[in-house]
């Protein structure tokens, strides 16, 4: 892992993620009045100076596959569809953009700027990476059915939460199934692969519109932490 893609990339989610949440207008996001968002901006602007900072030392295959989440990172967020605010707003489309972000962040841009190429098992690792973010935001969605707009037709929406938690089953038995795909494939990653693909059952089977604010919050949020810190023990 390049340290200036990692440092790149965790002040760039700042940045881009605050940007998102509270400035969806740009002129709300830079003439703001109260002191509460003015500290956000503030924080963001700094954690966007060291992104910049870090981007500075990409190599520039790693600048194209950049501008091209950049953009699907701006679809998400700006007005610039036709008939809607934006993809976020667009009838069950919102997850997807996320899970292409994550992907290529996580997956794609590590393997660009160290050893710009492409494999085919890095393409089979973007697709599990993908999906495991599909089935990662599932549980929010869930979580949110009593609160989300019925015009956004999240998942559990159009078909329910029984038949939701059975799409991240069957999406998640494909996650794991694909890791024999692979070109080069050992017992450490099967064991891991089973590890995650266990707990995102385990954490979408228990997910309920009724469940305390914390479960996805925390606990679903802690997932990819656990798995980092799993990586040592397989």
């Known amino acids: 892992m390049d340290a200036h893609l990692a440092f790149f990339l965790f002040f760039g989610t700042i ?3 605050n940007f998102i949440k509270y400035g969806l207008e740009a002129e709300k996001y830079i003439l703001v009045a109260n002191r ?19 981007a500075y030392y990409f190599i520039w295959d790693t600048w194209i596959a950049l501008v091209v989440l950049a953009l699907l990172t701006g679809l998400y967020a700006l007005p610039v569809l036709p008939n809607a605010k934006n993809m976020r707003s667009l009838s069950g489309l919102k997850i997807f953009p996320v899970a292409l972000v994550w992907a290529g962040a996580t997956v794609i841009l590590p393997v660009v700027q160290i050893a710009n190429d492409i494999s085919w098992d ?4 973007a697709l599990q990476r993908f999906l495991m973010v599909l089935v990662l935001i599932l549980p929010f969605e869930i979580r949110d059915l009593r609160y989300d707009a019925i015009e956004l037709r999240t998942v559990p929406q159009r078909f ?6 059975l799409i991240g089953v069957v999406l998640t038995l494909v996650i794991f199934f694909a890791t024999f795909f692979k070109d080069k494939i050992g017992p450490i990653e099967v064991g891991f692969k089973t590890f995650v693909c266990a707990t995102l059952i385990l954490a979408l089977l228990l997910s309920d519109k009724k469940r305390s604010k914390y479960y996805a919050t925390f606990w679903v949020e802690l997932l990819p932490v656990v798995w980092l810190a799993t990586t040592g023990i397989f």
Do not use: D, P, R, W
């Not at 968002?37 to 503030?42: F, M």
């Not at 329910?160 to 938690?165: A, E, S, Y």
């Open 36 to 54: 509460y968002h003015k500290n956000i901006q503030l924080f963001s602007f700094g954690a966007l100076v060291f992104a910049c900072y870090n």
């Open 15 to 17: 940045a881009s993620y």
């Open 122 to 125: 890095v393409k089979m690792e």
């Open 160 to 165: 329910g939460i029984n038949k939701t938690k």
